[in-house]
C-alpha cells in the first residue's frame, strides 16, 4: 500500500490505489515533502510538471533526485485517465471526450470552442463529469439510463481538465471556462467536486478563476445549503426543467425528494447570501414542457428573482418517446419569462451545456438494450407525462442512492 497523504482520500480504484496527483492539495504535497526532509520548493517543482502537462511519470522531472522520485511514483498517480476517445461535432467547434479510467469505468468530456464575436473574445468551455452514471435518472438524458456507476475521485475530474487543457496548448490556447454538467450529480459527490474546484482555482496549480467555473444541480438541497454557508465558490446553476411538481417528478425524479419549490428557494437564498446569479436550465421538450402553462408557472416562480435562464432544444436520447420543442415555441416561452422580467437565454447546437447530451458515447458503448425494453420504457415514460400534464404527483419513490 502506498504511503497515506494528509489531505487525500485513497479508495482503492481498479487495481490501483495511488490517489491522482492533480487531486493532492498544495499543502499536501509540501506535507509529504516535508515528512521525507524535503524542502517546499520540491512541491512546487512536482505540481509545476503536474500541470505543465509534460510530466507522464516521476522520471520526467530530472530536478528531483532519484530516490524522491521512486517515492512520487509509489505514492501518486501522474493521471488517472487511461486512454481517451475524441470525437469531433458541429464542424470541429465541439470535442466530446470518451475517457477510460483505471478500473475501467468511462466517462466523458465536451470541450466546446467559441470563436471571437464582436465585443467576446473566443472561449473554450469544457463540460466536465462527476461521476460515472448518476443515479438521479432523468429520462431525457442518456447518463440517467446508464444508472449509477460511482463516484469520481478528485484526480479524475480535474484530469480531464488537464487533459483538455493540453490539447488547447498545443493550438497555443487556453481553456477559459469549466462547467460541471457532464456526467453525475456534482453535490451527490460534493467532497470530492469541491477539492476539484480548489485545485482548478488555486495560483499555484490550475489557476481559473472562480468566475470561470460553474456547478450545475438537479435540486440536491442540503447540498445548495452547504454551499451557500461556505460563500462564492463558483456559479451555481440548477437543472429546473419544469417549474410544476408533477411533471418535475417526471422529468427529475430528484424533484419527488426535494420539490421545486423548496430547491428555488435554496437557490434564492444562495443568490442572497453570495450576491451570485443563479442560472437555471431547461430542457425544451416538444408538448411536455413547453406549453403556456409552463412558461407561466416558471414566471411565476422566478419572478423578481436574481436569475437567468438557458432555453435549451432537447438533444435527441434514443430511448424516449420525445423531440425538441420547435424554435417558435420556446421563443413564445422565452417572451413569457421576459413579460414576467425573468430574462432568458436559448441556447442552440451545444445542447451538451446542460448534459443532456452527456453519457451518448457510454451508453453506445454500454451496447442496445433489448427492444422490448426499450419499448417498456417508451410506454412508461408516455404514462408517467400523460399523468404529469393532468396535474397528478408521482407516486414513485425517489430514486435509491441520492444520499441525506
Ligand atoms: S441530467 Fe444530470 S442529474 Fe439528470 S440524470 Fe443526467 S447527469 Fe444525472
Redo the contacts with the bound molecule.
Keep these: 500500500m502506498p504511503t497515506p497523504v494528509a489531505g487525500t482520500t485513497i479508495t482503492v480504484v481498479g487495481g490501483d490505489a495511488r490517489p491522482g496527483l492533480s487531486g493532492v492539495s498544495s499543502d499536501a504535497l509540501v506535507a509529504w515533502f516535508a515528512e521525507r526532509g524535503e524542502p517546499a520548493y520540491r512541491a512546487r517543482q512536482v505540481a509545476d510538471a503536474v500541470w505543465r502537462g509534460d510530466a507522464t511519470t516521476a522520471a520526467d522531472i530530472q530536478t528531483l533526485p532519484a530516490a524522491l522520485r521512486e517515492g512520487l511514483d509509489e505514492a501518486f498517480r501522474f493521471d488517472t485517465v487511461a486512454d481517451t476517445e475524441l470525437r469531433l461535432s458541429d464542424g470541429g467547434l465541439t470535442e466530446k471526450g470518451l475517457h477510460r479510467l483505471a478500473d475501467g469505468a468511462l466517462i466523458e468530456s465536451v470541450l466546446m470552442h467559441y470563436p471571437a464575436r464582436p465585443g467576446q473574445r473566443e472561449r473554450h468551455t469544457l463540460c466536465i463529469s462527476s461521476?460515472a452514471g448518476?443515479?438521479?435518472?432523468?429520462p431525457?438524458?442518456?447518463?440517467?439510463e446508464l444508472g449509477f456507476g460511482r463516484d469520481l475521485e478528485t484526480a479524475e475530474i480535474v484530469d480531464q481538465v488537464r487533459h483538455a487543457a493540453r490539447r488547447l496548448a498545443a493550438d497555443k490556447k487556453r481553456l477559459t471556462n469549466v462547467v460541471f454538467?457532464?456526467?453525475?450529480?456534482p453535490l451527490l459527490n460534493l467532497d470530492r467536486v469541491l477539492a476539484a474546484v480548489d485545485a482548478l482555482n488555486d495560483p499555484r496549480r490550475f489557476g481559473l478563476g472562480a468566475r470561470h467555473i460553474t456547478v450545475?444541480?438537479?435540486g440536491v438541497v442540503p447540498g445548495i445549503r452547504r454551499l451557500t454557508a461556505l460563500g462564492p465558490q463558483f456559479t451555481l446553476a440548477v437543472?429546473l426543467h419544469a417549474a410544476r411538481d408533477a411533471l418535475r417528478d417526471v422529468l427529475?425524479p430528484?424533484n419527488r425528494r426535494w420539490p421545486v419549490a423548496e430547491v428555488v428557494a435554496a437557490a434564492r437564498e444562495h443568490a442572497a447570501a453570495t450576491g451570485r446569479r443563479v442560472t437555471y436550465e431547461a430542457t425544451m421538450i416538444a408538448g411536455i414542457n413547453d406549453t403556456e402553462l409552463d412558461a407561466q408557472a416558471m414566471a411565476d416562480l422566478l419572478r423578481g428573482d436574481h436569475a437567468h435562464v438557458n432555453l435549451i432544444p432537447m438533444n435527441p436520447v434514443a430511448h424516449t418517446p420525445w423531440t425538441a420543442s420547435p424554435d417558435p415555441v420556446i421563443e413564445a416561452f422565452a417572451a413569457t419569462l421576459a413579460a414576467a422580467g425573468v430574462t432568458a437565454t436559448i441556447r442552440r447546437n451545444r445542447g451538451q451545456e446542460?448534459?443532456?447530451a452527456?453519457?451518448q458515447l457510454a451508453a453506445e458503448r454500454a451496447g442496445e438494450p433489448a427492444p422490448a425494453v426499450v419499448a417498456r420504457r417508451r410506454a412508461r415514460l408516455v404514462d408517467e407525462s400523460a399523468h404529469a400534464l393532468r396535474g397528478e404527483r408521482s407516486h414513485e419513490p425517489a430514486p435509491a442512492g441520492i444520499g441525506e
Design positions: 461521476q448518476c443515479a438521479v435518472g432523468c431525457f438524458c442518456a447518463t440517467g454538467m457532464g456526467m453525475g450529480e450545475s444541480t438537479s437543472s427529475v430528484l446542460i448534459g443532456a452527456c453519457g
